[in-house]
């Protein structure tokens, strides 16, 4: 299994990005998705799920600036931010919900300065 995000970079406040999960060796379709962050100095948080069913959720910090959704043709996880803030600096990566260790891949760098 393995779940590669890309994507990132260096935006300005208010700009946007896309980030993309491409995934091999599960079906994205019947399993429970997410994307987290973890900033430096502190620990991964939870940033958006969409369960196998279509739901979407998102922490409070990033509901109506996120949008996770997902390309089951493509095998692909996608996440587009909007809005971005400097607070939303990080290292960005996709994963199942809950997460789990194994599929834990490398990340991309969102940075988010003027």
């Known amino acids: 299994v393995q779940l590669q995000a890309s994507g990132g970079g260096l935006v300005q406040p208010g700009g946007s990005l896309r980030l993309s999960c491409a995934v091999s060796?599960?079906?994205?379709?019947?399993?429970?998705m997410g994307w987290y962050r973890q900033a430096p100095g502190k620990q991964r948080e939870w940033v958006a799920s969409?369960?196998?069913?279509?739901?979407?959720d998102y922490a409070s910090s990033v509901k109506g600036r996120f949008t996770i959704s997902r390309d089951n043709g493509k095998k692909t996880v996608y996440l587009q931010m909007n809005s971005l803030k400097p607070e939303d600096t990080a290292v960005y990566y996709c994963?199942?919900?809950?997460?789990?260790?194994?599929?834990g891949g490398q990340g991309t760098q969102v940075t988010v300065s003027s």
């Open positions: 994963n199942l919900v809950p997460w789990v260790i194994e599929y």
């Open positions: 060796g599960i079906i994205i379709s019947i399993n429970d």
């Open positions: 969409m369960a196998r069913s279509g739901r979407t």
